[in-house]
């Protein structure tokens, strides 16, 4: 039975053919949801379906997810004025992200809209599943708003759905609020939210879309995910 998506999301997805997806990584999904069981659970991933749209000439292939989306502050300070990622989360947050940009600096979690993958094993730096990886783009939809992502970091092998605080920020609406539970003067943020977006959250990772090293510049990689990303998920539902 093909993935009924949210109701909410019904005009992000127009053309999107679930029919022509499989289920996909079933082991991954098992970790997932037995972690989801654990008593004294407060954050479960939710996933709900895991899906691969085959590359079939007509559209690109895709892997799919619907989940939660957490907050993952990691990576350096986003310039001047703004804080590292352990600054923002002291609880879980790092200094760095698990793909560069060319300069060799983890991704800004404020400035670079990027999710999470979950790592094979604890411990690994491979994926769940050797069809995705970092530096794939992605796009993400939470109800009527879209946002395009990098695959930026590695998060524990028994959850998924996780994102930067630019992505949240690209997804601010009702159910979606604002990823900084405290910002300055100048909008930057001091501290993180505690939350995450409970569930109906919608991935599409694009396998072997990553960018070469040496065009993971600070100064535009913002606009070449956008671009890769949105032209990916048009041809996948037939848009021009």
Known sequence: MAFRPPAASKRQLDGVSFDQAVDFAPDARKKFADKDRQPGNKDPSKCKVLLKFPDNGAGPGAVFWSSKMAIDTDGPSAGPGRLNGKALDPSSGQNDTSLHLANGK???????????????????????????????????IFKDKTAAAVCGDLGPFNK????????????????????????????????????SIEQDVLYFVFPNSAFAADELAVETINTKIKERAFGLYNKLRGAS
């Open 106 to 140: 983890g991704l800004p979690s404020e400035i670079i809209p990027y999710i999470v993958l979950p790592e094979l094993q604890s411990g690994s730096s491979r994926t769940f599943n050797p069809a995705v990886a970092l530096g794939d783009v992605a796009i993400v």
């Open 160 to 195: 998924i759905g996780e994102a930067s605080i630019r992505v949240h920020e690209a997804l601010l609406q009702q159910d979606c609020p604002d990823p900084c539970s405290k910002r300055n003067d100048k909008g930057f943020c001091l501290r993180a939210r505690n939350s």
